[in-house]
């Protein structure tokens, strides 16, 4: 299974990279998220996540109505092909400690697939063999 087929049918939320941080912040509370990919001509430059907000914002002291997203976000951050395992793309959230990570082709973004969606799907594949094994210990021995 790749990557792409588990975000698939998800309606990613993105931003223009002159949005006032304060019109993003507002949205990522409405929708429960963590981070949103960062657009611009419609091709992806950044990633604005909670931790952007609280390093470059708040600690900061800048007025997140007169700032905007692309002076806050981190640039150029790392994707992941369509095609790309689960599995990878945990390992390179884990290396790197990020819990989004974008899904492109070249710089056009398909979705963001987030560190839950990986684990919701391990754990899915995991009840899945779980069941299959006690289906094989329970069926009665062939004759």
Known sequence: ?????????????HVDADQMVLDVAQAMVERNIGAVPVLRDGLLVGIFSERDLMKHVVVEGRDPRLTRVFEVMTEDPLTVSPQEDPQT??????????????????????GLVSLRDLMLHDLNEKDHEVRMMRAYIQAPPEM
Not at 104 to 110: D, I, M, S, T
Request: hydrophobic share 35%.
């Open 1 to 13: 299974m790749s990557v792409y087929e588990l975000i698939r049918n998800q309606n990613t939320y």
């Open 89 to 110: 793309c945990m390992i390179l959230m884990r290396r790197h400690g990020f819990r989004h990570l974008p899904v492109c082709e070249g710089q056009q973004l398909l």
